[in-house]
C-alpha cells in the first residue's frame, strides 16, 4: 500500500520561506508525475506543482519565480521549496503522485498546514 507523508509546513511570517517533503513508502513505484496541490479554506484545490520523473516541471503562475519543485527518484521524494510566502500561499497543501500503467493510479497524502502571517 502506498503512501504519502508530507512534512515541512508550519507558521512563517510574510517573506519567510519553507521547504515541505513528501516520501512514499510502502512500494517504490516509479511515479510518472509527482507534484503538490493546495486548498484554502473555503475554496477549491489547486495544482501548484508537478514534476516528471524525467525532471519536466509545471507551475502554477501565482507561484512561479517563488516556489520550486523538485524530486529524488532513487527515495521516491518531492520537494517544494517556497520563498517569498505571502499570506495567499496559506493552505493544506497535499503531495501527488501519479503513475501510469495502461490506467491511471493516483495517491494522495494527508496534507500539511502552512500559515502565512502578515
Known amino acids: 500500500q502506498v503512501q504519502l507523508v508530507e512534512s515541512g509546513g508550519g507558521l512563517v511570517q510574510a517573506g519567510g520561506s519553507l521547504r515541505l517533503s513528501c516520501a512514499a513508502s510502502?512500494?517504490?513505484?516509479?511515479?510518472?508525475?509527482m507534484g503538490w496541490y493546495r486548498q484554502a479554506p473555503g475554496s477549491q484545490r489547486e495544482l501548484v506543482a508537478t514534476i516528471t520523473s524525467g525532471g519536466s516541471t509545471n507551475y502554477a503562475d501565482s507561484v512561479k519565480g517563488r516556489f520550486t519543485i523538485s524530486r529524488d527518484n532513487a527515495k521516491n521524494t518531492v520537494f517544494l521549496q517556497m520563498n517569498s510566502l505571502n499570506p495567499e500561499d496559506t493552505a493544506i497543501y497535499y503531495c501527488?503522485?501519479?503513475?501510469?500503467?495502461?490506467?491511471?493510479?493516483?495517491?494522495w497524502g494527508q496534507g500539511t498546514q502552512v500559515t502565512v502571517s502578515s
Open positions: 510502502g512500494s517504490n513505484f516509479n511515479f510518472n508525475v
Open positions: 501527488n503522485a501519479r503513475r501510469y500503467l495502461g490506467v491511471l493510479y493516483a495517491y
